[in-house]
C-alpha cells in the first residue's frame, strides 16, 4: 500500500482510471481517520495517543495496485476542488437518459 | 444488505448511518468504465446500503455526496456541520 501527498494521490488516482479504461474496476475507499499509527494492544494501557478529529483516509485500486493518502482540514479545500474535476472527468462512461431528461425539462418549464 | 432504487432515499440513509458513528462507517465507490455502471456503499460493518447506477446523471450527485462526506469527516467537532441534503 502506498501512501502519498495529495497531488501526487490525484495523479495516480487518474492513472488508474485510464488504465482501467478498457477493462476491470476503480475501487475508491474514504474513511475518517484519527492518527493512529499502531493497532489498539488488546492488553495493557494505550499509549500516550491524541486522536486527532480532522483527518480522513482515502484509498484506491484497480484490483492490483493500491494506492493512499491522508487529507486533513488544512488540505481539503484545495484537495477537494481537484478531486471533485478528476471525479466527474474520468467517469464518463455512463449512459445519458435523453428522452426521461426532455421529459423533466418540459415539466420543469410548465 | 438493502439496494436503493432511488437517490433520495440512499442519500438520506447513508448520511444517517455515517453520523451514528463517524469512526466505524466507510465509503466505497466502484468504477467500471468497461460496463458503464457506478457503485455507492456505505457500511458500518453490521449495516450496508448500496446504491447502483449506470446513468451520468448520477455520478455528479454521487460526487457531490462523497464530498459532503469528506468535509465531514474532516471537520472538528466542535463545528455542528449539517449536511445541506433536505
Known sequence: MVLLESEQFLTEL????????????VFITLKKYDGRTRSIPKKGS??????????????????????STVVSSKEVNKFQMAYSNLLRAN??????????????K????? | MPQYQTWEEFSRAAEKLYLADPMKARVVLKYRHANG??????????????????????????????????RLMVAKESRNVT???D
Open chain 1, 14 to 25: 487518474t492513472r488508474l482510471f485510464q488504465k482501467c479504461r478498457t477493462s476491470g474496476s
Open chain 1, 46 to 67: 494505550v499509549e500516550g495517543f491524541e486522536p486527532s478529529d480532522n483527518k480522513c483516509l482515502l484509498r484506491a485500486t484497480d484490483g492490483k495496485k493500491k494506492i
Open chain 1, 91 to 104: 467517469m464518463d462512461g455512463l449512459k445519458k437518459r435523453d428522452k426521461k431528461n426532455k421529459n423533466k
Open chain 1, 106 to 110: 418540459a415539466k420543469t418549464a410548465q
Open chain 2, 37 to 70: 455502471n457506478l457503485c455507492i456503499k456505505v457500511t458500518d460493518d453490521l449495516v450496508c446500503l448500496v446504491y447502483r447506477t449506470d446513468q451520468a446523471q448520477d455520478v455528479k450527485k454521487i460526487e457531490k455526496f462523497h464530498s459532503q462526506l469528506m
Open chain 2, 83 to 85: 449536511m445541506e441534503t
